[in-house]
């Protein structure tokens, strides 16, 4: 197959986690299809750039507040990578609600699937690894 730039507008990826279990049971696996935009290269390094940018001004403001135990550090509250998953996230496929129904996909499914540990974490890695090409999870098992 030829490769047509500019073709790729979204990708669609399996997340896969555990769900917590009792002491001494193993634990079930879950999973559902996340379908996320699909930036250039360009946009990847802009986002970076903003996130070193933000890591950069925190490090100034505790530097700032170790020099002078007066001065009240200037720390802004950002979780970029939430930031730009809810931005990017283009649809939820296989979430469930108790009685078995699949859940519409909108802000109040992706609000329950951040607020679970174990999907936000997995939400997360599936992100990392299709916008930096690293996969924690390989990282992980080395």
């Not at 990017?88 to 469930?96: P, S």
Request: some cysteine; charged content about 40%; aromatic content about 8%.
């Amino acid at each position: 197959m030829a490769f047509v730039v500019g073709k790729i507008e979204s990708v669609k990826r399996r997340v896969v986690f555990e769900l917590p279990a009792d002491s001494g049971k193993k634990p079930e696996k879950a999973d559902f299809v996340a379908e996320f935009c699909y930036h250039d290269a360009d946009k990847i390094k802009d986002r970076q750039k903003s996130m070193q940018d933000l890591i950069e001004r925190v490090h100034r403001e505790v530097a700032l507040s170790r020099k002078d135990p007066e001065y009240e550090p200037d720390i802004p509250e950002a979780d970029f990578k939430e930031e730009y998953i809810r931005e990017d996230l283009l649809n939820l496929d296989g979430c469930m609600d108790e009685d078995g129904n699949e859940i519409e996909f909108g802000p109040d499914l992706v609000d329950a699937v951040l607020r679970d540990r174990s999907s936000r974490m997995a939400l997360i890695d599936t992100w990392d690894e299709l916008n930096t090409g690293r996969s924690d999870a390989k990282k992980r098992k080395n």
